[in-house]
């Protein structure tokens, strides 16, 4: 296997993921008024909006309810000229829920409006806001040609995050102490550099999984946490049986260089890692698929982010991680190459003594050397 000779492919292809993330980024940026991130109420809070529809809200009607609430809501401006003419844009339907029952049955919608404040939703001194507005174009959007008095559409109120600021500071510290647990641990049971070579991989796995969650604007839960700490443990573990491999050549007192060290233990432990790596993925997968089918928002919602990230950490695991490896070991055996060189070419090179160079050389300024 020639995995260190191409390094540079592999160094290549987290920078151009970061970089098509920053792309999206932007782009979203734009489109959804400043929400890189594709945020839950989970993490954001939301506005909910109530569609009474009595008797007509069943089974067999609620899905297409529920498709023109969507459409209208996500593209208000096609639907209400009030709304276009303020150019609202960027909202998001979150979830559905039916209440009540009988002539009172209704709709809860609940969707994120990034970008705008609650005055801006609401209104302020007396004067109707967006979620008015769009209550308006829904009910004229729901309501039937042989009813049009059976419809009622109203604002709810506002629905907190369930997860504040303390949270996710909390979330994030626990993932620097996992972290900081790691190095510790790596540092004893290989040395420092290894360590940080796998800490470091670590944490561009986060990093990746983070990227593809942009990229592909999948929506980001309290779940998502969650998800983080099992990518960081699972990627752990993946880079293990390489790097044990490598420690084991090098006690054992090979004189293979490091670039040969390094596709050895990754040819020799690349069963287990893809064993690792493929049930992990497989499963998480399924996990997802089955959610997707179920309509199970949470089996989505932390699926996609740990197939994200066991991806990420079977590349780093079988390719960069042995790769960096090498390389520090190469530039440190460099290093003491020259300081060899440099010393050995003291001990050898001969003392200068300018006088009697001089001397010898004919010059008449210079005193001879006196006897005894």
């Given at each position: 296997?020639?995995?260190?000779?191409?390094?540079?492919?592999?160094?290549?292809?987290?920078?151009?993921?970061?970089?098509?993330?920053?792309?999206?980024?932007?782009?979203?940026?734009?489109?959804?008024?400043?929400?890189?991130?594709?945020?839950?109420?989970?993490?954001?809070?939301g506005y909910t909006m109530n569609v009474r529809l009595g008797s007509a809200l069943t089974e067999?009607?609620?899905?297409?309810?529920?498709?023109?609430?969507?459409?209208?809501?996500?593209?208000?401006?096609?639907?209400?000229?009030?709304?276009?003419?303020?150019?609202?844009?960027?909202?998001?339907?979150?979830?559905?829920?039916v209440a009540k029952d009988g002539a009172d049955k209704e709709l809860k919608v609940v969707f994120t409006a990034p970008g705008y404040t609650d005055e801006e939703m609401f209104g302020e001194d007396g004067e109707s806001g967006i979620l008015d507005a769009l209550c308006a174009a829904v009910k004229d959007e729901v309501r039937s040609a042989d009813d049009p008095f059976g419809?009622?559409?109203?604002?709810?109120?506002?629905?907190?995050?369930?997860?504040?600021?303390?949270?996710?500071?909390s979330a994030v510290c626990g993932a620097l102490i996992f972290l900081a647990l790691m190095l510790i641990y790596l540092s004893v049971r290989y040395d420092l550099a290894s360590a940080l070579i796998l800490a470091g991989g670590i944490v561009l796995d986060v990093l990746m999984t983070l990227a593809l969650m942009c990229i592909?604007?999948?929506?980001?839960?309290?779940?998502?946490f969650a998800a983080v700490i099992a990518v960081m443990a699972f990627s752990l573990v993946t880079k293990i049986p390489a790097f044990d491999l490598m420690r084991g050549a090098l006690r054992s007192g090979s004189t293979?260089?490091?670039?040969?060290?390094?596709?050895?233990?990754?040819r020799d432990s690349l069963v287990r890692t893809s064993a690792i790596c493929g049930t992990g993925v497989v499963s998480v997968a399924v996990m997802t698929v089955i959610g997707a089918i179920m309509s199970v928002s949470g089996l989505v919602a932390i699926g996609l982010p740990l197939i994200f990230g066991f991806v990420s950490s079977a590349f780093t695991a079988m390719l960069l991680a042995p790769s960096v490896w090498a390389m520090w070991k190469n530039s440190r055996a460099g290093r003491r190459e020259t300081v060899s060189v440099s010393a050995e070419s003291a001990r050898t090179a001969p003392a200068r003594d300018e006088a009697l160079e001089s001397f010898f050389a004919g010059d008449e300024n210079v005193a001879p050397v006196p006897d005894g």
């Amino acid at each position: 296997m020639r995995v260190v000779q191409n390094r540079k492919k592999w160094l290549l292809v987290p920078l151009i993921v970061l970089v098509l993330a920053i792309v999206a980024g932007v782009v979203y940026g734009i489109v959804f008024n400043g929400a890189v991130f594709n945020a839950g109420t989970d993490l954001t809070g939301g506005y909910t909006m109530n569609v009474r529809l009595g008797s007509a809200l069943t089974e067999e009607s609620q899905p297409g309810y529920e498709d023109t609430i969507r459409k209208v809501i996500e593209a208000p401006g096609e639907y209400s000229s009030a709304l276009k003419e303020q150019d609202v844009d960027g909202l998001t339907v979150r979830s559905f829920f039916v209440a009540k029952d009988g002539a009172d049955k209704e709709l809860k919608v609940v969707f994120t409006a990034p970008g705008y404040t609650d005055e801006e939703m609401f209104g302020e001194d007396g004067e109707s806001g967006i979620l008015d507005a769009l209550c308006a174009a829904v009910k004229d959007e729901v309501r039937s040609a042989d009813d049009p008095f059976g419809v009622n559409v109203v604002p709810g109120e506002r629905e907190d995050a369930t997860m504040g600021t303390e949270m996710v500071i909390s979330a994030v510290c626990g993932a620097l102490i996992f972290l900081a647990l790691m190095l510790i641990y790596l540092s004893v049971r290989y040395d420092l550099a290894s360590a940080l070579i796998l800490a470091g991989g670590i944490v561009l796995d986060v990093l990746m999984t983070l990227a593809l969650m942009c990229i592909f604007h999948v929506e980001m839960t309290a779940m998502f946490f969650a998800a983080v700490i099992a990518v960081m443990a699972f990627s752990l573990v993946t880079k293990i049986p390489a790097f044990d491999l490598m420690r084991g050549a090098l006690r054992s007192g090979s004189t293979a260089s490091p670039e040969e060290i390094a596709n050895t233990s990754v040819r020799d432990s690349l069963v287990r890692t893809s064993a690792i790596c493929g049930t992990g993925v497989v499963s998480v997968a399924v996990m997802t698929v089955i959610g997707a089918i179920m309509s199970v928002s949470g089996l989505v919602a932390i699926g996609l982010p740990l197939i994200f990230g066991f991806v990420s950490s079977a590349f780093t695991a079988m390719l960069l991680a042995p790769s960096v490896w090498a390389m520090w070991k190469n530039s440190r055996a460099g290093r003491r190459e020259t300081v060899s060189v440099s010393a050995e070419s003291a001990r050898t090179a001969p003392a200068r003594d300018e006088a009697l160079e001089s001397f010898f050389a004919g010059d008449e300024n210079v005193a001879p050397v006196p006897d005894g």
